[in-house]
């Protein structure tokens, strides 16, 4: 209990949480109002409905590689600032429509989206921020309380949301929404003034998407996970998304539906404080544990005959999906180093929230055919076959995962600001025979070290001449993007270069560098070169090739 609440000694994290407690309680109003509004408006449409819920993630699928460049970019608080204004604007229009009686389904679905957008921009650099806000001994311990925060809402705001549906109506469980979003805003607002924002490279928006995709690619790990987490969210939107109608399946009204999604806040409030006993015990396999079981009581909900046995059931399955969830997510955040997780919680948060809205679609869909409680049978089977098979994915427990360290300091010089490229950089080693396989084995993995922080091309090449000179290659888009790419040569990374620079066999090997020039305006070398000097003095290169 003491670590799981250490974060809360922190306040910068405190007010953020207590804050988001709020607006997360008041977003479980919106999605009651909005999905039995939804439903009342087009005849109980499990199709409209799924849309509905899915409409605030939606607009992750096209955004979200954006937002992630702009978490990066800009000041993160200050990304999130923006992102509240507009969703707390949006859930007001959603109120006053309502209230006027003028709202119609596409109108309601619309403004979604809007809320979407929002969404979209305040994900990443939320989950980005994190980080900054605790010491990295407490970032799965904040993760986890904002899943308890969350899920503290979720445990009484559908409960809440749907008695309010049923006695003032939807508009006020809007207006309220709308309301909730305050807190959040003052509090970004203050740390928006009072974080201080690194100095970030500046560079196109290709260029920085292209880096986020080779980071991904170039990660191993981070890639599989990103997998995982997909197919984990397209299988079970269906819990969530069929609800509604799988409530009046059982003979329910909204009260129902409150209760059922109250009772999967509660298991995942739950889950939130026995995260760390889970994770300790299971190790790497508790998140095929987790997945499985969640699985399992997506099923039984499908196949309950009465809320008597869907009401467990839901605890069940919310307590696996902050364990799920809050496992994975913090290992993607420790396995992104600063400089670009703004973009890489945007993959995080397009492989699950982006998915999440098309399994809803599905789900909705296939409940239109089948019913609702088969739809949800059918795709929780998936999840239960996806939790038997996730040790595939080699995924390493949490307490396993090392995030990227730079003790060494690494700053570009003020005078160093000169622009320049395609860049090729040419390392040049010659290698004994005997020591060719090892070299190879460290070349391989220097390969992925390149690519993952900013090169676009990489290739290793032998001397046809002299077999045993062998070049490595790589490309930069720019000189400023290559001198980037030295600060972001984490300790392992650097370490890896010394192995590799061994390997050398008359004294060490040697680095040229060919920048393309623009030939009727050509650059000033000279400061762009000094800071270039700096770099392979202090952090482990290849030494220059003076001759």
Known sequence: MTDALAPLKVPRYRALWVASVFSNLGSFFQTVSASWLMKELTDSSATWIGLMLASNMLPLLFLALISGVVADTFDRAKVMLASQIAMGTGAAAMAVLTALGVITPGTLLSLGLLMGVGMAFNLPAWQSLVPELVPRGMLASAVALNSAGFNVARAVGPALGGLIVATAGPAVGFGVNAISYLGVIVVAGVLAQRLASPERVQTSMTSAISQSIRFARFTPAFRRLLLLVSLFALTSASVQSVLPNRTT?????????????????????????????????????????????????????????????????????????????????????????????????????????????????????????????????????????????????????????????????????????????????????????????????????????????????????????????????????????????HQRIDDASAELIRRARKFDRTGGPVSRHLVAIDVEHPEEWEPLIAAHEEFHASDGSIPLDRS
């Open 249 to 485: 399946d059982l003979g329910g009204d909204e009260r129902l539906y409150g209760v059922l999604l109250g009772a999967m806040g509660v298991g995942a409030l739950v889950a939130a404080f026995i995260r760390r006993r889970v994770a300790d015990e299971l190790g790497a396999r508790s998140v095929p544990a987790t997945i499985t079981l969640f699985g399992l009581a997506g099923m039984a909900v499908g196949i309950a005959p009465s809320w008597v046995v869907a009401v467990p059931a839901m605890v069940v399955s919310g307590a696996c999906w902050v364990l799920t969830l809050t496992t994975l997510n913090a290992s993607s955040q420790m396995m992104a180093p600063e400089w670009i997780r703004g973009r890489a919680m945007s993959l995080y948060t397009l492989a699950f929230s982006g998915v999440f809205p098309i399994g809803s679609i599905i789900a909705g869909g296939l409940a239109d055919i089948t019913g609702a409680g088969p739809a949800m049978i059918a795709l929780c089977a998936g999840t239960t076959a996806l939790g038997i098979l996730s040790p595939r994915f080699r995924l390493p427990a949490l307490a396993e995962i090392r995030s990227p360290e730079f003790s060494e300091t690494r700053s570009v010089s003020e005078h160093a600001d000169t622009e320049g490229g395609p860049v090729m950089i040419l390392n040049t080693w010659n290698v004994a025979r005997s020591d060719l396989e090892d070299f190879l084995e460290v070349m391989n993995d220097i390969r992925l070290v390149r690519l993952r922080t900013g090169a676009y091309r990489w290739r290793l090449y032998r001397n046809a001449d002299d077999p045993h000179r062998l070049s490595e290659m790589f490309l930069c888009a720019s000189w400023e993007e290559h001198l980037a790419q």
